[in-house]
């Protein structure tokens, strides 16, 4: 096969082994350009010409057809070694292509065989299964019988035996040894309960052996309704016991429930706080961006008019007043904290926002200091931004209280500020 492929791919080759003809096939027209014409010449020459320009003629072709053996030899040879090159890198090739094959083919032989295997233990593990699985449910179907139809005798067994206890419980409750035996055969009949699941033969053995007590009980019992009267006795009294407890119990838990109610309102109260701080730290900021806005002078100015406007519409000075919530104290403030206004507070009405200012809460107190550090911050950031001067910082540290006093008490969330504002 590498020879007929080589034969096909070469042309030349076969060329060459015929006899040589006047132009080489494999040289072609761009070796012998003139081929054609000089043979056509020649033969003019052969039938016209004399015979010495034949001779010169013939010398001339003849060294040329030299020229042309030794060019095709020498281009013969070289298709011959790569003809042979080609067909050893053909052979390799195949053979490596065939031994390729072979292991391909072994190796799908080989997993071939191992799936038919694991496909059949896969089947033969999976009938297995699912006749296990068959057992499996008939069996828990029949355990499932099986433990309906103990449950249902259990149950009456055990219903029968309560009925019969009940009647008796007041009677045994005075004999100290017959209630001793009681309970060890409850316990008894409890234990046999458990394992009658296990042996039914048991159970019925036992059933038999507590009719037979009942019989005996049942005698015992024209013995012992001579204790009735006093066993009637004792259970009115450990009933009206039971009732005290009861009644004890009922106004625990209403005592409870008034407590779980002050708790819930304490923390609504304490959410109503939490919402008013927001909303304050919120004014505020608003009240700081409105006085950034502003002009400086002008800003000073609207600011003191606004402050005599105030003190003088009421008297009650807010700003003090949440000075002395700040403080913690009940006093009134001193006199240089206090702005300059033509009235001043009497007596009475120091002693009145004296004794609002106590009332509020120490928590309430806490969040008016928390806000008037919050507003010294302010006013130290702008005093390091240089927009304030002396004069208008005192201006406003003097009115950011006032103003948080006036907005707690149109807010009306803390308690304490709704006396003040009222």
């Given amino acids: 096969m590498a020879t007929t492929t080589a034969s096909s791919m070469y042309p030349e080759e076969e060329t060459r ?89 072994q190796e799908k032989h080989e997993l071939r065989r191992h799936l038919e295997s694991g496909r059949a233990e896969f089947e033969t593990r999976v009938t297995e299964l699912e006749a296990d699985l068959g057992a499996a449910r008939a069996q828990l179907g029949q355990q499932r019988l099986e433990q309906q139809d103990t449950s249902r005798e259990s149950s009456q067994v055990v219903l029968d035996m309560s009925e019969q206890n009940q009647r008796l419980v007041e009677q045994l409750s005075q004999v100290s040894q017959l209630e001793q035996q009681l309970r060890e055969e409850l316990s008894l009949l409890r234990g046999e309960h458990r394992t009658l699941a296990l042996s039914s033969a048991e159970h019925a053995a036992r059933t038999q052996s507590l009719q037979a007590e009942n019989l005996l009980l049942q005698e015992w019992k024209q013995d012992l309704e001579r204790q009735t009267h006093q066993l009637r006795e004792e259970n009115e009294s450990v009933q009206a016991l039971v009732d005290t407890l009861h009644e004890n119990l009922l106004l625990l838990r209403k005592e409870s429930h008034e407590k779980e109610l002050r708790m819930q309102l304490l923390e609504a109260e304490a959410e109503e706080l939490r919402a008013s701080n927001r909303r304050l730290q919120h004014q505020v900021k608003e009240m700081k961006e409105e006085i950034r806005l502003h002009d400086l002078d002008t800003s000073v100015n609207s600011i003191q008019s606004e402050i005599e406007n105030s003190l003088e519409d009421a008297p009650g000075a807010p700003g003090q007043a949440l000075k002395q919530m700040v403080n913690g104290t009940g006093k009134a403030a001193p006199a240089a904290t206090a702005p300059k206004n033509p009235s001043r507070r009497s007596e009475e009405e120091e002693a009145e926002y004296a004794k609002r200012v106590l009332a509020l809460s120490h928590q309430e107190q806490d969040i008016l200091k928390q806000k008037e550090m919050e507003i010294v911050k302010l006013q130290d950031q702008e005093r390091r931004d240089g927009i304030g001067t002396g004069k208008n910082l005192t201006g406003t540290r003097f009115h950011e209280p006032a103003i948080i006093a006036c907005c707690a008490a149109e807010d009306g969330s803390f308690p304490g500020t709704r006396s003040l504002a009222g």
Avoid at 67 to 90: C, F, H, I, P, W
């Fill in 17 to 105: 082994r015929t006899p040589f003809p006047l132009t080489p096939p494999a040289l072609g027209d761009e070796f012998y350009p003139f081929g054609g014409e000089r043979q056509q010449s020649f033969v003019g020459d052969v039938v016209a010409g004399d015979v010495e320009s034949e001779d010169a003629d013939l010398r001339v072709l003849l060294q040329r057809k030299e020229q042309d053996l030794l060019l095709a030899a020498e281009l013969g040879k070289m298709l011959l070694e790569r003809n042979e090159e080609l067909s050893r890198r053909y052979e390799e090739l195949a053979k490596e292509h065939t031994e390729t094959m072979e292991h391909l083919e």
